[in-house]
Each structure stands twice: as C-alpha cells, then as structure tokens.
C-alpha cells in the first residue's frame, strides 16, 4: 500500500516539475520569437557613428590635442560597449550556451525517472 502511495506521489510531482518546465520553456519561446525591429538597432548604430565622429570637436576646447584622442577613445569605446551589449540582449539565445541548461535538466529528468523506478520495481525487506 505505501508503494503504491510513494510511487503515485513520485509520478504526481514527475508530472509538477514537468508543468513547470513547459511553463518556462514556452516563455523562452516567447522571448525567443519576439521581433527586435531593425529600424532600432540601425538607428542606434547610426546615431553613435555620428556622436563619435562629432565628439572630438566637442572635446577640444576642454582637453587640448593630446587629451582629446585618448579621452574621444575611451567615450567612444564605453558608449559602443553599450550599443554591442544592447544588441547581444536583443538575441540572447545565440549567445548564452543554453546546451548545459538543456543538459542539467535532462540529466535531473532522468535522475527522477530512475528513482521513480527504481522505487516502484525495490520491495523493502521485509
């Protein structure tokens, strides 16, 4: 009688964790196919194309010849890290290396489904 207790509650939270892994890919999913427009990315492309071009005019009343190439340097090299991240976050999915998730979760599916069988087919000494 325990058995059949243990093994229908492994099988009903087998099938919680499974609920919930379909809850969370579907969203991934969601994530995954939603458009970035082109237009947005282009426009900030474009629009930090123009404002490092223009900011060493901007910089050299303040700074003089040899301070204005390192300090437009260092601006431009922080404000385009920024614009990369930005695009790197539009697409996570080609960056991140989501095969260990995949295969953590398959690996913890399979540790369940053994157990799971293995404590239907054991019988406790008796």
Same mark, same amino acid.
């Given at each position: 009688? !325990?058995?059949?207790?243990?093994? %229908? +509650? %492994? ?14 890919? /579907? ?7 939603? @458009?970035? @427009? ?8 474009? +629009?930090? &194309?123009? $404002?490092?071009?223009?900011? @060493? &005019?901007?910089?050299?009343?303040? &700074?003089?010849?040899? /301070?204005?190439?390192? %300090? ?11 614009? =990369? ?6 697409? @996570? &999915?080609?960056?991140?290396?989501? $095969? ?9 599916? =399979?540790?369940?489904?053994?157990? /799971?069988?293995?404590?239907?087919? !054991?019988?406790? %000494?008796?």
């Amino acid at each position: 009688m !325990t058995e059949a207790l243990s093994a %229908a +509650f %492994a099988a009903e939270r087998l099938d919680e964790e499974v609920r919930k892994l379909e809850a969370a890919l /579907g969203t991934c999913e969601r994530i995954m196919r939603t @458009p970035i @427009p082109t237009s947005y990315t282009r426009h900030t492309s474009r +629009f930090l &194309f123009m $404002w490092t071009m223009f900011l @060493p &005019f901007a910089l050299w009343d303040m &700074f003089g010849f040899y /301070g204005t190439v390192p %300090a437009s340097m260092v601006m431009a090299y922080v404000f385009l890290g920024i614009e =990369d991240i930005g695009v790197v976050i539009e697409e @996570p &999915f080609e960056v991140l290396p989501m $095969w260990r998730y995949a295969a953590a979760i398959e690996a913890s599916c =399979d540790g369940a489904a053994r157990r /799971g069988v293995e404590s239907t087919t !054991t019988k406790p %000494a008796m």
